[in-house]
């Protein structure tokens, strides 16, 4: 038989057991305010045991926090801040019923912020098998939960820019069959005889309008398709000039009905830049909807792209209601909006952010209030093109 193998002694001064209980007693009020979480201990009378530090920084409504006092008055119970919400206490089911619970909450931070948390409520069984204490930990998962939103909102985008590239698909079949029935009705006329020369020109005249329109509406399906385009496609040679004039061409139909002038400011000159086409297009397209949108009754917009050394600059400027200098900062940030609730999701300005500083450029803001804003975004013309990203 095979000699059995000696199992491995521990090593020297390494104690098996789970925890030095004297030990732990020391350190315990450092070990629970080292934790990131918000902790929080009562007991089976209400009353607050023990919390650390981050619970009584976030929650900065508790004050003096004191033991012996009742967690209702002085936690972030959301019972206690709006009586009667979700009917009863869930940490009075974990004493009830012995069982953990976890839930999430929405409650205010120290700021006045309204932030997202994870609620873990753990039961503390004593020796007599009943529930004599519970510990809450809240965990902050509003960047989770907004990471989690924005990648739903992208996929949707996503899905939205698949539908988009169908539709203009299906869309250029019958304006191709259009165009060809238009030419060989051109052709029939070059044949017909008899025909008098006014109706013969009216008949050309239409015929070309109607050519006209229809390669119109082509080359709108065609834009369609360049913006559907991932951001993940191959970087290239981008024309910044032509996603600006596509750009405009695509809300013409709503500035006209909101009024809006529009002044196209490009750089003959300007060189292409090396790209993903299809963030550059983002980008102009969602500067251009913003400055749009703060200008519902009317104004001027004005999209300009220039040279400077090995930069290139493209500039979006309205005559809106402007930027309020308390949101200059926060502008950037996920999901922040000053529009009504359905007119903007907040997440324009943080993926074109994004974009840019994938492309290698900055993007920065001049406004002030009631005199628009003027975005300015800088992107080097032999840059990485975010192939790195």
Request: aromatic share 4%; proline share 5%; with cysteine.
């Amino acid at each position: 038989m095979p000699e059995k193998l000696a199992e491995p002694a521990p090593a020297r001064g390494v104690s098996l057991g789970r925890l030095d209980i004297d030990q732990v007693r020391d350190i315990l009020p450092e070990l629970i305010d080292a934790l990131t979480d918000a902790v929080l201990v009562v007991d089976r009378q209400h009353r607050i045991v023990a919390a650390n530090r981050r619970y009584v920084e976030t929650f900065a409504r508790l004050g003096d926090l004191e033991v012996g006092e009742v967690c209702r008055d002085g936690t972030a119970c959301p019972e206690g801040l709006e009586p009667g919400v979700n009917g009863h206490c869930v940490a009075c089911d974990v004493f009830s019923f012995g069982q953990s619970r976890r839930l999430i909450r929405t409650l205010p931070d120290a700021s006045g912020a309204m932030r997202r948390w994870e609620v873990t409520l753990n039961p503390v069984v004593g020796a007599d098998g009943g529930v004599g204490h519970v510990v809450e930990v809240w965990r902050d998962i509003t960047a989770r939960t907004q990471l989690e939103s924005q990648l739903s909102h992208s996929e949707r985008l996503a899905s939205l820019g698949m539908l988009a590239a169908g539709v203009a698909h299906e869309i250029n079949n019958p304006l191709a069959s259009i165009v060809a029935g238009v030419e060989s009705l051109q052709r029939w006329l070059d044949r017909a005889k008899g025909m008098p020369p006014d109706t013969l020109a009216e008949v050309r005249e239409v015929l070309e309008l109607l050519e006209r329109e229809t390669n119109r509406s082509r080359e709108t399906t065609d834009k369609l398709l360049l913006l559907a385009q991932p951001y993940q496609s191959a970087p290239g040679w981008v024309d910044m000039n032509r996603a600006a004039r596509d750009t405009l061409s695509l809300l013409s139909y709503q500035m006209r009905k909101q009024g809006i002038q529009w002044i196209e400011d490009l750089d003959a000159e300007l060189p292409q830049v090396w790209a993903r086409e299809g963030g550059i297009r983002g980008v102009c397209m969602n500067l251009a909807m913003n400055a749009v949108q703060a200008m519902p009754e009317g104004g001027t917009l004005i999209i300009r792209t220039r040279r400077h050394g090995e930069i290139a600059i493209l500039e979006v400027r309205d005559t809106g209601v402007g930027i309020h200098p308390s949101h200059l900062e926060r502008i950037w940030d996920p999901f922040f909006t000053t529009k009504p609730v359905g007119k903007g999701t907040g997440l324009g300005l943080s993926i074109t952010q994004r974009v840019v500083a994938r492309l290698g450029g900055k993007i920065r803001v001049e406004s002030t209030p009631g005199h628009g804003a003027c975005f300015i975004v800088e992107i080097p013309i032999a840059g990485s093109g975010g192939e790195n990203v």
